[in-house]
């Protein structure tokens, strides 16, 4: 349902609200994106997995200041307008592909990097998806997230139509934190740990609601 969903608006809408479904979505995004970025962990020499990642919002400020960004996405179409926009940069990979059945090598990446994509995947998807994150990320790397909660959903009758999982961030926090992986010949495990957790600024500024 998500990946038809999202080839339909790849062809119904056009710029910005292709991506996101929010009234003013232009002036959201460029407020969004500031705030965004400056939550996220020095990026310099880093490899960072921009997963979800459209027409490459995220992707070309990504790969700006990061080593080299794997931008993936569900939908070829965001797949190649991504490429058409960002491929001139030269540290970007472009792959289609669900997240839930993304191969990636164990130990490639120091950041996984999502925006609206948990709301998107059911509760077993979700904690397939983290699992394989954790196996991705390198020692001390870290995962970004964020969603729309039931605590802070906007009042929109079009994210009605949207095919999302509204989940309350206590069990957001819940699902990724209890995840264990074990060290192959040793006797410890690595696991997700919060570290921070915060309600973005960007939609009181630009007053969608």
Not at 16 to 30: F, M
Not at 61 to 86: C, F, I, Q
Not at 118 to 139: G, V
Request: proline letters at 4%; a negative charge.
């Amino acid at each position: 349902m998500r990946k038809s969903y999202w080839s339909y608006r790849s062809t119904a809408c056009t710029g910005i609200e292709r991506v996101l479904n929010v009234p003013k979505a232009d002036e959201l995004s460029r407020y969004e994106i500031d705030e965004i970025l400056a939550i996220l962990p020095p990026l310099e020499g880093k490899n960072v997995v921009d997963l979800g990642a459209g027409i490459g919002r995220y992707t070309a400020p990504l790969a700006s200041a990061a080593n080299h960004v794997t931008a993936v996405e569900l939908v070829e179409e965001y797949t190649e307008a991504n490429r058409a926009s960002n491929g001139h940069i030269g540290n970007i990979d472009f792959i289609t592909s669900d997240v839930v059945h993304l191969n990636l090598n164990t130990d490639c990446c120091d950041l996984v990097f999502s925006n609206y994509l948990l709301q998107y995947l059911d509760d077993d998807e979700t904690r397939k998806f983290a699992t394989n994150a954790l196996k991705w990320i390198k020692p001390g790397g870290w995962m970004f997230f964020r969603e729309v909660t039931i605590e802070n959903m906007t009042r929109n009758p079009e994210l009605l139509s949207v095919p999302n999982v509204y989940r309350s961030y206590s069990i957001y926090i819940r699902m990724i934190t209890d995840l264990r992986l074990p060290i192959p010949h040793t006797d410890d495990e690595y696991r997700f740990s919060l570290v921070e957790l915060k309600s973005l600024q960007c939609i009181k500024h630009v007053r969608i609601s």
